[in-house]
T-cell receptor, first 116, second 115 residues
Framework: EPEVTQTPSHQVTQMGQEVILHCVPISNHLYFYWYRQILGQKVEFLVSFYNNEISEKSEIFDDQFSVERPDGSNFTLKIRSTKLEDSAMYFC??????????????FGPGTRLTVL | GNSVTQMEGPVTLSEEAFLTINCTYTATGYPSLFWYVQYPGEGLQLLLKATKADDKGSNKGFEATYRKETTSFHLEKGSVQVSDSAVYFCALSDLLSGGYNKLIFGAGTRLAVHP
């Protein structure tokens, strides 16, 4: 059964460093998402991506964040200069897409980011 | 804005006990409602969904009914198993312009089932 994969499973970085989190969505899906979950808190929407551009982003997704689909299969989240408060579990999701209505989102296992 | 509130955990039950996890929501318009489950070390999996009022979603013995009058979507199972131990997330879809969605999640409820 197709699934969303994410690498690495755990990333440890120093404050101020750049990190890139990697996701491979399900191959025929059209819509891509990043969510994050700070330990003990809610899963929060970060950004959605369609047709090679951001379609919606939350207030969390500031200039330090960017997303890219560089090669038609990978979908990356970059944090340019990490802060302590960026420590969280980051989930990638994809959905097949229909013009209207709900599309089931399929989630990856997450990348745990720890900023020291 | 739209939001989801679910009961805090952990919920600890013995095998074969009845499970209820409460979920209420605030939304403008007519959202779809979901329960996701996260087993240890895995991603979020869709457990069940309901797309309009009075719909009942069901899967693997779990059920939830979309109650517009009480803005609720409580998760129930008649007889839990040890394998049901996981974190359960209630969520609603917020329809974005263009027809696709972002999900708004509750805080999650950890369920632990003991033999």
């Amino acid at each position: 059964e197709p699934e969303v994969t994410q690498t690495p499973s755990h990333q440890v970085t120093q404050m101020g460093q750049e990190v890139i989190l990697h996701c491979v969505p399900i191959s025929n899906h059209l819509y891509f998402y990043w969510y994050r979950q700070i330990l003990g808190q809610k899963v929060e929407f970060l950004v959605s991506f369609y047709n090679n551009e951001i379609s919606e982003k939350s207030e969390i997704f500031d200039d330090q964040f960017s997303v890219e689909r560089p090669d038609g299969s990978n979908f990356t989240l970059k944090i340019r200069s990490t802060k302590l408060e960026d420590s969280a579990m980051y989930f990638c999701a994809s959905s097949p897409g229909t013009p209207r209505g709900y599309n089931e989102q399929f989630f990856g296992p997450g990348t745990r980011l720890t900023v020291l | 804005g739209n939001s989801v509130t679910q009961m805090e955990g952990p919920v600890t039950l013995s095998e074969e006990a009845f499970l209820t996890i409460n979920c209420t929501y605030t939304a403008t318009g007519y959202p779809s409602l979901f329960w996701y489950v996260q087993y240890p070390g895995e991603g979020l999996q869709l457990l069940l969904k309901a797309t309009k009022a009075d719909d009942k979603g069901s899967n693997k013995g779990f059920e939830a009914t979309y109650r517009k009058e009480t803005t609720s979507f409580h998760l129930e199972k008649g007889s839990v198993q040890v394998s049901d131990s996981a974190v359960y997330f209630c969520a609603l879809s917020d329809l974005l312009s263009g027809g696709y969605n972002k999900l708004i999640f509750g805080a999650g409820t950890r369920l632990a089932v003991h033999p």
